[in-house]
């Protein structure tokens, strides 16, 4: 059960509890401790300029009940670098959508070459975009378009991530 700080929004006290679960830290709303979720199993890296894309695919992992995390998680005043660390850390995947943006993104390459050197990374790329164009560490990893939803849950399912029955509009396992 969370417990409601002084705002008494439940929508303030899930937005905490990803906090805590992404940063590792005892984050606290008003007196009340928020307890500790599990940290999302699914990081998404994207560059600023592709967010409707990291947008609708976190809506539709969240619609398949797969937890992800991207960078709106991160509150004004929290430590971008930090929070992204240990996001990506705690992550089981990393989904990298490349685009003709992305691939120029020295924080994005970071990211995917994280996820890659712990066995973890998936790529995508937004439709229309040319192959050819991924950085040449990653260029040699299958990449399917961001559109191709069910080769993603697939791919998600190497890593024991699976969706969801949506019963009454929640997830159960």
């Not at 928020?34 to 940290?39: C, G, L, M, Q, S």
Request: overall charge positive; aromatic content about 8%; proline content about 3%.
């Amino acid at each position: 059960m969370v417990k409601l700080g002084k705002t008494g929004s439940a929508a303030h006290a899930r937005r905490d509890a990803l906090r805590t679960a992404a940063h590792g830290q005892a984050w606290r709303q008003g007196s009340a401790a928020v307890p500790v979720r599990k940290a999302a199993p699914v990081f998404i890296s994207y560059a600023q300029e592709d967010r409707p894309v990291a947008r609708s695919l976190a809506t539709f992992l969240a619609g398949q009940g797969i937890a992800s995390w991207w960078d709106r998680e991160i509150l004004s005043g929290e430590d971008f670098t930090c929070a992204i660390e240990t996001a990506l850390g705690a992550s089981d995947a990393a989904i990298v959508i490349w685009s003709d943006i992305s691939v120029a993104k020295e924080y994005v390459r970071n990211e995917a070459t994280y996820a890659r050197n712990r066995g973890k990374l998936i790529t995508v790329h937004v439709p229309g975009f040319d192959k050819e164009r991924i950085p040449i560490g990653f260029l040699l990893r299958q990449s399917e378009c961001v559109a191709e939803r069910e080769r993603l849950i697939e791919a998600l399912g190497r890593f024991g991530i699976h969706p969801h029955a949506r019963v009454n509009g929640s997830a159960r396992s």
